[in-house]
């Protein structure tokens, strides 16, 4: 009976000792697994980092060689109309653009007025023009300032800049739901402004944003040199 006892304890004891043999490889393969795994999960995190600072990287490329496509075609002329017409081209291919405006500024009457507007794609022919004082006027908010305004849903963000209704042209302004109003300058002094709208929200991204504001102070030369000799002329 004691020898069967202890044949027994013994068979036991292997058993036990098999049970935690099989747990120990099953841990070490779980933790392998998960090593594995982490391993591939920092990759992929890593391929999608590099491929996403490669896209970035030819993104600014070409964004470069844009501005210097347009800052040259823009700088080729001295006809003020013709210069505004073509940064209204060069800009309306980069993004949506249901409304163009170029502004500029009299320091001596203290006013704002828009020299070219494009409303859905055709030329506004009537100007406006209004006092930087305008509680209503995002152009004269603007060349107050000296800071852009980027609206990107005008229902909820008016209320920040505007005491009442956007007001252009004379009347309520269109219903545009996104706007970017950058000032121009030459040196430290403000000259006036440029704004594209659109009809929808949201409708400029990062990217687009920055481009404008690259090409700010091309487009203030631009109408600086076309308007001096405008005058000379």
Do not use: C, W
């Not at 496509?69 to 006809?79: A, K, P, V």
Request: aromatic content about 8%.
């Amino acid at each position: 009976a004691a020898n069967v006892k202890s044949i027994s304890d013994l068979k036991s004891s292997k058993q036990r000792a098999i049970i935690l043999v099989v747990l120990i490889i099953l841990l070490l393969v779980i933790i392998f697994t998960t090593f594995i795994y982490r391993s591939l999960g920092i990759r992929k995190k890593q391929n999608k980092l590099i491929e996403n600072q490669k896209a970035a990287i030819e993104s600014s490329y070409k964004n470069l060689a844009l501005l210097n496509t347009i800052s040259n075609e823009i700088t080729s002329s001295l006809n003020l109309v013709s210069v505004m017409e073509l940064i209204y081209k060069n800009v309306s291919s980069l993004m949506n653009v249901s409304f163009f405006i170029i502004s500029t500024y009299d320091e001596k009457e203290n006013s704002v007025e828009i020299k070219y507007s494009v409303k859905y794609g055709k030329v506004v022919e009537e100007e406006f023009k209004t006092s930087i004082l305008n509680p209503n006027s995002y152009i004269a908010k603007t060349i107050q300032s000296k800071k852009e305004i980027i609206i990107l849903d005008e229902d909820t963000e008016r209320k920040y800049f505007l005491e009442g209704p956007s007001i252009l042209h004379g009347k309520e302004d269109v219903n545009t739901k996104s706007h970017i109003f950058i000032p121009l300058f030459i040196k430290d002094k403000v000259i006036g402004l440029f704004s594209v709208q659109s009809l929808n929200k949201q409708a400029y991204d990062t990217t687009q944003i920055e481009i404008l504001r690259s090409l700010a102070p091309v487009i203030a030369v631009a109408l600086s040199n076309a308007e001096a000799y405008h005058k000379l002329d």
